[in-house]
């Protein structure tokens, strides 16, 4: 079966680093692109930014460029998602999300459970 | 910031017929890219609905279908279920400055 599985919720203080996981299975993880998407409470869906595991070639939304950290290994066909000094406003639920295919304009077909950040003094 | 608006909301009755809007520019829509679809439970991941317009993944009811003209694509539910009351995203690529995803404001389908 196809699928990511991400790591679990994490709650932590302003300032803190974070690194949340997106474990990959039942597809060769090289050949597809893995993006990050942000969902705030009760608001709608924002991409992040997109890696390559094949070449770690990654792009990011100009929003969160500077902000996150997007990496992979593929040794154990895992995305990363990681902060180095998270704020409040970063509280929110992360998806990540495989692209259908190399058309870099195709849909995401194939989406983790998501990862919720609380971030909070 | 979302460049694709959606209506806030869309009601029907059970086995009425509903559509969703999806208004782009000339820089996503409006420059031929395609339009895909998700549907989000409540509490649960997006899922992949409509990809390339038009196209259903496997799996997927016939009751739902896309479309798309200039600037603009639309989500058409028939047959509406209580199981489609759900959140419904577009989205598409944008080429204006930085290229990147874009996701539609979201509407939400409530089943009378």
């Known amino acids: 079966e196809v699928q990511l599985v991400q790591s679990g919720a994490e709650v932590k203080k302003p300032g803190e680093s974070l690194k949340i996981s997106c474990k990959a299975s039942?597809?060769?993880?090289?050949?597809?692109?893995i993006g990050w998407v942000r969902q705030m409470p009760g608001t709608g869906l924002e991409w992040m930014g997109i890696i390559y595991p094949g070449d770690s070639d990654t792009r990011y939304s100009p929003s969160f460029q500077g902000l996150v950290t997007i990496s992979a290994d593929k040794s154990i066909t895992t995305a990363y998602l990681q902060w180095s000094s998270l704020k409040a406003s970063d509280t929110a639920i992360y998806f990540c999300?495989?692209?259908?295919?190399?058309?870099?304009?195709?849909?995401?077909?194939?989406w983790g459970q998501g990862t919720m950040v609380t971030v909070s003094s | 910031q979302s460049v694709l608006t959606q209506p806030p909301s869309v009601s029907g009755a059970p086995g009425q017929r509903v559509t969703i809007s999806c208004t782009g520019s000339?820089?996503?829509?409006?420059?031929?890219?395609?339009v895909h679809w998700y549907q989000q439970l409540p509490g649960t991941a997006p899922k992949l609905l409509i990809y390339g317009n038009n196209n259903r993944p496997s799996g997927v009811p016939d009751r739902f279908s896309g479309s798309k003209s200039g600037t603009s694509a639309s989500l058409a539910i028939t047959g509406l279920q209580a199981e489609d009351e759900a959140e419904y995203y577009c989205?598409?690529?944008?080429?204006?400055?930085?290229?990147?995803?874009?996701f539609g404001t979201g509407t939400k389908v409530t089943v009378l």
């Open positions: 999300a495989r692209r259908r295919s190399g058309n870099y304009y195709d849909a995401f077909d194939i």
């Open positions: 989205q598409s690529f944008d080429t204006s400055l930085t290229p990147l995803y874009v």
């Open positions: 039942g597809y060769s993880f090289t050949n597809y692109w």
């Open positions: 000339s820089s996503n829509i409006g420059a031929g890219l395609d």
